[in-house]
Nanobody
Framework: QVRLVESGGGLVQPGGSLRLSCEASGSRFSINSMGWHRQAPGKERELVALITSIGVTNYADSVKGRFTISRDGAMNTAYLQMNSLKPEDTAVYYC?????????WGQGTQVTVSS
C-alpha cells in the first residue's frame, strides 16, 4: 500500500494563499488518481480536488477558480494550490491516492483561515 505524507498546511489570513504537497511512496502499483479531501469539525469529509494520471481534474464547486491541483510526471507528488482562501476553507486536508489495488490516505494537514 502506498504511504502518503502531506505538508504545507498552516495559518493564513482570508484572501491569502497556501500550497499543500502530498508525497507518495512505497506503492507497487501505478497510482491512477490522487486527490485532496478536507474535513472540518462536525462535518463529513468531502472531496476538494482530484487529478488522474493523465491529467484530468475535478473540483468541488466551492473551490473552483480558487484551487488548483497538480502532480509530477511520475504521479508520486500531488499539490494543491489554494488561493483566495476563505474562513470556510478551514479544515484538515487529506491526500488520497488510488491504484488498481486500492486506496490510501495521508495523515492530514491543518489549514486554518482566520484573521
Amino acid at each position: 500500500q502506498v504511504r502518503l505524507v502531506e505538508s504545507g498546511g498552516g495559518l493564513v489570513q482570508p484572501g491569502g494563499s497556501l500550497r499543500l504537497s502530498c508525497e507518495a511512496s512505497g506503492s507497487r502499483f501505478s497510482i491512477n488518481s490522487m486527490g485532496w479531501h478536507r474535513q472540518a469539525p462536525g462535518k463529513e469529509r468531502e472531496l476538494v480536488a482530484l487529478i488522474t494520471s493523465i491529467g484530468v481534474t475535478n473540483y468541488a464547486d466551492s473551490v473552483k477558480g480558487r484551487f488548483t491541483i497538480s502532480r509530477d510526471g511520475a504521479m508520486n507528488t500531488a499539490y494543491l494550490q489554494m488561493n483566495s482562501l476563505k474562513p470556510e476553507d478551514t479544515a484538515v486536508y487529506y491526500c488520497r491516492a488510488a491504484s488498481e489495488r486500492g486506496a490510501a490516505w495521508g495523515q492530514g494537514t491543518q489549514v486554518t483561515v482566520s484573521s
